[in-house]
């Protein structure tokens, strides 16, 4: 199960091996449907944790407590829905494989809820290096797709199965074909062999800041003086919009004068819309509560509109929760763990989420804005396009995550969010991945790791909704709601089956 714990990670991996999804599954459905009991779930949660192990290990650089939470947490979702799959294959073979991929799916929505949302390792995600494959979420969304790669590893499971007669071994491999092909023809009929027209200019500033320089008093003004240069350099392309990564800016532009007037200065100078991460806090109901925010100003100056973000990294940013469970925070910890009274612990922060997307506007177009890990959330994309969105922005800080897979999956995440709403994203990183990104998932500029950069480029409103836009993550939905009754079901079997003699 190791082995196949880790070419299932190696589809995740900032290289074209995206077809390892396709048959990762295969010998696992295959160990897990012959064992018996209390066995099925240790061996499901083995490779589920294996798996987890090799596709998250770099979350440690940034969070040990959240990496061991998403580690051993995490896995018990693959966990509880391959137990169910194996439960309902045996007592009826061909419901069970048509239950398992509705079972999947469900289980990764359902990740995608809640504060104790990490929707990170969707199997969709693994085919990221794959454009025209992926064109069909556009229709599907990105659980759509998932379903269809477990579609894929069933057959070619049930293909190589010396259990079944020979028809039916011939008639799944001949499907392990033709579900793959019809994705592939669709992609191609789509994908437009010309980059996609735009108008809005736009300049991503990628600032390249240590962490140890953003974040000490001593060096703080480092990062104004810097960014303001940048906006220069930016202005000669005559920008419309000028972006800033997530805290860029570190510092409470509403509270402190000095650098909202520099920030201003800057968009005066530059004579174009900066939008800039930054920090808020607020008092509210007697306690005071701090955000990852990002802030619009106007050319002439004057500080805008304000969004909050809304979906934190669980045990990073945030205790899930942490009004009903204040003992986990870092605050109160602090008491009775010198560690992180004595320690620089920036990995661990208190804020709170915001409450509601916001649109921004500048003189050509609306847009939203997604910090650092709200990419990952298909349906928030929506509702801000919805809302009156005409492109994305995407900013976010992914220094923390050094030179390992993270930052190469977070910019492949964000390629799905286009492709599935058709809409220009703008995506504007600290030390990398920056990009201007069409509707098909096209670079169309791009900074790499660790460069200090300005990109600049076009973007262009949103031409009209797609598929996915209009109708939502169905697939994840229903399979959700099927996944609740199967599960409710095969819990009142197992009660029934304990206490009723």
């Known amino acids: 199960m190791t082995f196949w714990a880790f070419v299932l990670a190696l589809a995740y991996i900032p290289l074209p091996f995206g077809f390892l999804a396709w048959l990762a599954l295969v010998r696992p459905l295959e160990i897990l449907t012959n064992l018996k009991g209390k066995a099925v779930f240790k061996a499901a949660y083995f490779y589920s944790l ?25 896995a018990l979702y693959p966990a509880t829905v391959l137990s169910a799959f194996v439960k309902i294959y045996k007592w009826k073979r061909n419901l069970g494989l048509i239950s398992l991929p509705i079972l999947w799916v469900g289980m990764e929505y359902f990740r995608s809820l809640s504060q104790f949302a990490f929707p990170w390792t969707d199997l969709a995600y693994s ?32 293909a190589k199965s010396r259990t079944n007669m020979l028809e039916r071994r011939v008639s799944y491999g001949i499907a392990a074909i033709i579900v793959p092909v019809i994705i592939f023809l669709y992609g191609w009929v789509v994908f437009p062999p010309m980059p996609v027209p735009a108008d809005i200019k736009v300049s991503l500033l990628q600032g390249n800041v240590p962490l140890e320089v953003k974040w000490s008093n001593a060096t703080r003004d480092e990062n104004f003086v810097l960014y303001d240069s940048l906006a220069q350099v930016a202005s000669h392309d005559s920008s419309d919009l000028m972006i800033w990564p997530e805290t860029a800016a570190p510092c409470y532009p509403r509270l402190e004068p000095k650098y909202r007037e520099w920030i201003g200065r800057t968009a005066q100078k530059s004579r174009a819309y900066q939008l800039v991460g930054a920090l808020e806090v ?38 899930p929760y942490q009004d009903y469970m204040p003992f986990l925070t870092r605050e109160f910890l602090a008491h009775y763990i010198t560690l992180i009274k004595t320690n620089e612990i920036e990995w661990w922060s208190d804020f709170y989420p915001g409450d509601s997307a916001v649109i921004f506007q500048t003189d050509q177009a609306k847009y939203a804005v997604l910090i650092c890990f709200e990419s990952a959330f298909p349906n928030y994309v929506r509702e801000c396009l919805l809302k009156g969105a005409e492109f994305m922005v995407n900013i976010t800080n992914d220094t923390w995550f050094g030179r390992s897979p993270g930052p190469f999956q977070h910019m492949r995440i964000a390629v799905f969010r286009a492709v599935e709403n058709r809409v220009w994203i703008a995506r504007c990183a600290n030390s990398g991945i920056s990009a201007l990104i069409d509707p098909y998932g096209r670079e169309t500029a791009r900074a790499g790791l660790y460069e200090r950069k300005v990109v600049s480029g076009k973007v262009a409103p949103l031409d009209e909704y797609s598929v996915f836009t209009r109708i939502g993550p169905v697939v ?26």
């Open 282 to 319: 607020e008092t509210k109901n007697d306690r005071e509560k701090s955000y990852n925010s990002a802030y619009q100003f106007s050319p002439d100056g004057t500080m805008g509109a304000r969004y909050d973000k809304i979906y934190l990294v669980p045990f990073s940013e945030h205790v």
């Open 127 to 158: 085919q990221g290096y794959y454009l025209t494959f992926i064109q069909i979420v556009s229709v599907i969304g990105s659980y759509g797709l998932s379903f269809l790669l477990v579609i894929i590893n069933i057959c070619l499971w049930q």
């Open 476 to 501: 994840g939905s229903y399979s959700l709601l099927i996944t609740a009754i199967i599960l409710f079901i095969l819990i009142l079997i197992w009660l029934k089956e304990k206490f009723i003699k």
């Open 50 to 74: 294996m798996s987890n192990i090799f596709l998250l290990y770099w979350v440690a650089i940034v969070t040990p407590p959240g990496a061991v939470a998403a580690v051993f947490i995490l």
